[in-house]
């Protein structure tokens, strides 16, 4: 994972693979249930989502990182993908040992309808967010479009915890470290 490299189709101040992006998005998705639960009365189970997380991306070490514009283009190639994507995690499950089949395959071929895995989705989104708002706070205007379109997104959803986390959280990662403990 830390050999693929995100946003290739993008000029970029920074690398971000897809290891880096993979812990992002377990501690995101951790804190968005915490959060949940904590401040919204929400009754989700954070670890899990933690380790749903960690696993999401593991097809990427089969089919690389497919840039977003591409995956999305239309529906046939946004189809042709999921199954490309689907027949990845299968591969990568059937390389495991028989007896360890069942434990890594609800998070490395994950039931997309899991109530945690939202927040994984919700996670995914907002790491990119993130990405975003780095680039821009050191000039690179190239992740203008990427960043109305993330937050648009972020704000069409009803989870109460993204909406705490991006005006809690996110200014904080266009501050330099000196700003952030003075």
């Not at 089949?101 to 989705?121: H, M």
């Not at 780095?134 to 997104?153: H, M, P, Q």
Request: aromatic residues 10%; glycine residues 2%.
């Amino acid at each position: 994972m830390k050999l693929i490299d995100r946003w290739a189709l993008m000029r970029n101040t920074s690398v971000e693979d897809v290891a880096q992006h993979t812990m992002q998005v377990a501690m995101i998705a951790h804190a968005l249930c915490v959060i949940e639960n904590t401040l919204f009365g929400g009754d989700y189970d954070a670890d899990r989502a933690a380790v749903l997380a960690l696993y999401h991306e593991s097809a990427e070490v089969v089919t690389g990182d497919l840039p977003t514009p591409v995956k999305y283009y239309d529906d046939d190639i946004n189809r042709a993908y999921k199954n490309i994507e689907h027949r990845a995690e299968q591969k990568l499950i059937d390389t495991l040992p028989e007896e360890l089949k069942s434990a890594f395959a609800p998070f490395v071929k994950p039931d997309k309808n899991d109530r945690e895995y939202v927040f994984v989705k919700r996670a995914d989104k907002m790491s990119a967010l993130v990405k975003c708002v780095e680039e821009l706070a050191v000039g690179n205007n190239e992740f203008k479009n990427a960043y109305d379109a993330t937050v648009k997104g972020l704000n069409e959803v009803s989870e109460k915890s993204v909406k705490y986390f991006l005006e809690t959280f996110i200014p904080a990662y266009s501050m330099s470290l000196d700003y952030l403990l003075d």
